[in-house]
């Protein structure tokens, strides 16, 4: 229940102040769409166009092309977000369960370490990390770059499935126990059911982050065969294609879409999973 | 007979306690095993490196030499610029963030609830990927053909097209926007789950009293929001301290060092100077310094659990 109803002059100001942050944060993606389908000729128009006068998917075509070819980072990018989703929940939901219903020693200090280890900066590990994995022969595969996204994304994920085992009641499980399940068993039958926006919301995460990380690929991948698309695109948009403003947007229109509908999709646990995570701690 | 019993009991509580502690390590090995390998070893790694000459240019003069990188740290020029830097783009981005997500989550609360899944819209640049908004802000703060330059000059701001990316200030400035622009809608969500919280009786109640907009904000909402904007700012502080692939993509540190962050310090040490020793020197370094920050945020978690 509201308390308090908004006179005429209120909803003037409200709804103004809505429109500029619409268009403040509609605008770039606008622009980003427009330029993608505008006639190279047009992209350099002054003023510019708001508005293609004859839209083309010239730059969408073209994009196979080249020597560099986009579709090749799109499918490394997916494999590697998907590879890290998998992994990443597998072992996040198993250390989420032992920190929300198992009593052991050191558990906060478990805990904290965890939430700890997601604050350090990845630059400075890349240097340890390129030779060790020089040793292991993980640079320029999928499983090296799975096992680092899947280590970044690890301790938000494990905190946020936490949140969401936390609050389901424990007594259902008691009974189980008590009538011989093993913790495992529990964890997959009776728990996970249980918490499916949970693992949605985690899960979509832990994709955003493989997909959106730029370091660990520009680092430990140097073959443009497996490159992902982020530092795909900073081969391909390097010396003489820095301009090649057209074919840039359209590049990040295909590089956002996915996140954006992922996003989209499940916005509402995202959201409720988010709040969780990041308030509860 | 008792004391027996006693014994049996505290030997049946130990025999618990080891098979839950021994479950707790099956279930949480796998993820400590791979966090272990990729985060903490390297890390530790780094910091044994700090304390060596490690430069990749020179494989012949690696050694071991103490504080020397360290001593050269502290008169470094560039160092202390690139924390400045970093201090001035946190600032900046984390108090204008702070602001309008708070603006935001405000105005799309009182809107009618049918209304709300604005919310949604307004939540996507916190999900565009940080190189695609780096070359989309670099695009449009071009100093030829840049929409920003054309738009600020339509509405009487700038009097002839300025070379956003390439002047110092400038560059800092546009950096700064650019990161608003993702982050803001991170504050609105966080201060939208503050605003929910905060109980219906408390709002009536002063409604009732007569409190006025202002004074139901200042003494009402405000105090509810304090803990949750002290936490979101921190956790952005953190993550701001870490930032890469924007200014990577926009400037590259450029002009010159003018936003050369620490990480892009760091960065830009071990992979165009190929300074390994010193790199991480400076790279431990900034490890400490998020350490301190990150127990800050932590305690602050626990203060409210």
Redesign the interface.
């Known amino acids: 229940m509201r308390s308090r109803r908004n006179s005429i002059p209120a909803y003037v100001v409200i709804v103004a102040i809505l429109v500029v942050f619409l268009v403040w944060t509609l605008f770039p993606m606008y622009w980003m769409f427009s330029t993608s389908i505008k006639q190279t000729v047009h992209v350099f128009d002054l003023p510019p166009e708001i508005f293609p006068s004859a839209p083309t998917f010239e730059h969408y075509l073209h994009l196979d092309q080249g020597s560099i070819k986009v579709s090749i980072f799109f499918m490394n990018s997916v494999i590697n977000s998907i590879g890290t989703v998998l992994l990443a929940l597998v072992l996040a939901v198993l250390a989420a369960y032992a920190l929300s219903r198992v009593k052991f020693r050191f558990r906060k200090a478990v805990s904290v370490g965890i939430l700890t280890t997601q604050m350090f900066p990845l630059v400075v590990l890349l240097i340890p990390l390129y030779l060790l994995y020089k040793n292991l022969h993980l640079l320029n595969t999928y499983q090296g770059l799975i096992l680092a996204f899947t280590s970044f994304t690890l301790p938000f994920s494990i905190w946020m499935l936490k949140g969401f085992i936390d609050s389901v009641p424990i007594e259902v499980e008691e009974s189980a126990f008590i009538d011989g399940c093993s913790r495992l068993q529990i964890l997959t039958k009776i728990l996970l059911p249980l918490i499916v926006p949970g693992l949605v919301a985690t899960g979509v995460f832990a994709f955003l982050d493989a997909w959106n990380n730029l370091l660990f690929p520009l680092m430990l991948v140097s073959k443009p065969s497996m490159k992902t698309l982020p530092p795909g695109m900073i081969l391909a948009f390097a010396g003489e294609f820095k301009h090649d403003w057209g074919g840039m947007m359209a590049t990040s229109v295909i590089v956002s879409l996915p996140v954006v509908v992922s996003f989209v999709l499940v916005q509402r646990f995202l959201v409720e999973g988010l709040t969780r995570g990041a308030i509860k701690g | 007979m008792q004391a027996s019993s006693e014994k049996m009991e505290r030997k049946r509580r130990w025999l618990r306690?080891a098979s839950?502690?021994f479950?707790?390590?099956r279930?949480?090995a796998?993820?400590?095993l791979?966090?272990g390998?990729?985060?903490?070893?390297?890390?530790l790694?780094?910091a044994r490196?700090s304390f060596y000459n490690y430069e990749l240019t020179k494989p012949k003069e690696i050694a071991f030499n103490l504080f020397k990188n360290y001593a050269y740290m502290v008169h470094d020029k560039l160092f202390w610029q690139a924390l400045k830097n970093t201090v001035v783009f946190t600032f900046f981005t984390v108090v204008t963030g702070l602001l309008?997500g708070l603006?935001?989550a405000l105005?799309?609360y009182?809107?009618p609830r049918r209304f709300q899944g604005?919310?949604?819209?307004?939540?996507?640049?916190w999900?565009?990927?940080?190189?695609?908004i780096g070359?989309?802000?670099m695009?449009?703060f071009d100093v030829e053909?840049g929409?920003v330059n054309?738009v600020f000059q339509q509405m009487g701001i700038i009097k002839e097209f300025l070379p956003w990316l390439m002047r110092d200030n400038l560059a800092m400035i546009a950096i700064i926007i650019t990161h608003v622009?993702n982050q803001t809608?991170f504050y609105m969500?966080?201060i939208t789950?503050g605003l929910m919280a905060i109980p219906?009786e408390a709002?009536?109640a002063?409604?009732?009293e007569g409190a006025n907009?202002w004074q139901?904000f200042r003494f009402i909402t405000f105090p509810y929001l304090q803990e949750?904007i002290v936490?979101?700012s921190l956790?952005m502080v953190?993550r701001n301290?870490?930032f890469?692939?924007i200014i990577?993509?926009m400037t590259g540190g450029g002009p010159a060092y003018a936003t050369t962050t620490?990480?892009l310090y760091?960065?830009r040490l071990?992979?165009e100077h190929y300074d390994?020793g010193y790199?991480?020197a400076v790279?431990?370094f900034?490890?400490i310094i998020?350490?301190i920050?990150?127990a800050l945020?932590?305690r602050t978690?626990r203060e409210?659990?």
């Not at chain 2, 390998?37 to 890390?43: E, N, Y």
């Not at chain 2, 999900?127 to 695609?132: E, H, L, M």
């Open positions: 306690n839950s502690t479950t707790a390590i279930f949480l796998p993820a400590l791979v966090m390998v990729i985060i903490i070893f390297p890390i790694n780094a490196l309008l603006i935001l105005v799309v009182e809107l604005l919310r949604g819209v307004l939540l996507v640049p999900v565009i990927p940080g190189i695609v070359y989309l802000f695009y449009m053909i929409v054309y622009w809608p969500l966080m789950a219906d709002r009536e002063s409604y009732l907009r139901e949750i936490i979101s956790l953190i301290f870490n890469f692939p990577f993509t620490a990480v760091i960065y071990a992979f390994m790199a991480s790279g431990t900034w490890v998020l350490i920050v990150s945020y932590i978690l409210r659990f």
